[in-house]
């Protein structure tokens, strides 16, 4: 599917914006995700491929501390050079704003994907 920028940049921008004024901003999370970036570099035929070394990724809301940026990338925007964030990093930060983790491991029965979710990282700490 291809999304066109300005289109996804105005949609998400209302809805944050909507999350704000109706006062649900800290009770709902919003993740935007890439699976990849760009390359650094233009190509032969004047565009940019595939990347998987960096990609975009925002949070907003979910009670998590707004406001920054975390990481660098290099000078050619190639790889990162400061707070590598991984998947599973992501997946963590995600689990933690949903639920009360602590007690959740606590619990019976819980199926084994949402219990290795939780445990296969740790959550972005600067957005907590």
């Given amino acids: ?3 066109s920028l300005p289109y996804f ?3 998400l921008a ?19 995700w890439g699976e990849f970036g760009r390359t650094p570099r233009i190509n032969k035929n004047g565009g940019r491929d595939h990347w998987g070394n ?17 990481g660098q990338s290099d000078s050619h925007g190639g790889e ?10 992501v997946l963590a930060t995600i689990m933690n704003t949903l639920f009360d983790t602590g007690k959740l491991r606590l619990q019976q ?7 290795a979710t939780m445990t296969s990282g740790d959550p972005i700490s600067q957005l907590f």
């Fill in 109 to 115: 029965g819980i199926p084994r994907e949402i219990e």
């Fill in 1 to 3: 599917m291809i999304i």
């Fill in 54 to 70: 960096l990609c975009p990724l925002v949070f907003v809301g979910g009670g998590l501390k707004m406001g920054q940026v975390i």
């Fill in 14 to 32: 209302a809805l944050i914006q909507d999350l704000h004024n109706r006062g649900m901003a800290d009770d709902v999370s919003v993740v935007a």
């Fill in 80 to 89: 990162p050079i400061s707070d590598r964030v991984s998947s599973q990093h």
């Fill in 9 to 11: 940049d105005k949609a």
